[in-house]
Nanobody
C-alpha cells in the first residue's frame, strides 16, 4: 500500500544543483520520519539527510559530508519530501534513495526504487 517514488536525478557538472523529490502514496507522511540515503558503486549505503517530527516541530539532520550544501524539506500537503542539492561534487555521485519510518518504529520500513545522480568534473 505504501509506496515511495523518487525523481529528479540526472547528470550535472560539479558545482551545479539538482532537486530530488520523493512522493509517498498510501499514507500521509506528516508524522513520519523521512530520509534520504545514497549508495555509490562498490560502497555501502549511507545516510544523507532526514526530516523528523519531534511532536513540536520538524528537525533536520544531515550527514557531515553534505551539511551546508544539501537541504531536506517536506510538503505534507503534497505528501512529498525534497532534497535540494547545491555545490555538487563528483563524490556525490550515487543512487539516492528515499525512505520512511513511522513514529512508533525505529527502522526504515519503506524504500523507493532510487534515482541516479551523476556529478561530472
Amino acid at each position: 500500500q505504501v509506496q515511495l517514488e523518487e525523481s529528479g536525478g540526472g547528470l550535472v557538472q560539479a558545482g551545479g544543483s539538482l532537486r530530488l523529490s520523493c512522493v509517498t502514496s498510501g499514507r500521509t507522511i506528516s508524522y513520519d520520519t523521512m530520509a534520504w540515503f545514497r549508495q555509490a558503486p562498490g560502497k555501502e549505503r549511507e545516510f544523507v539527510a532526514a526530516t523528523i517530527w519531534s511532536g513540536i516541530t520538524y528537525d533536520r539532520i544531515y550527514a557531515d559530508s553534505v551539511k551546508g550544501r544539501f537541504t531536506i524539506s517536506r510538503d505534507n500537503a503534497k505528501n512529498t519530501v525534497y532534497l535540494q542539492m547545491n555545490s555538487l561534487k563528483p563524490e556525490d555521485t550515487a543512487v539516492y534513495y528515499c525512505a520512511r519510518r513511522t513514529t512508533l518504529g525505529n527502522q526504515y520500513d519503506t524504500w523507493g526504487q532510487g534515482t541516479q545522480v551523476t556529478v561530472s568534473s
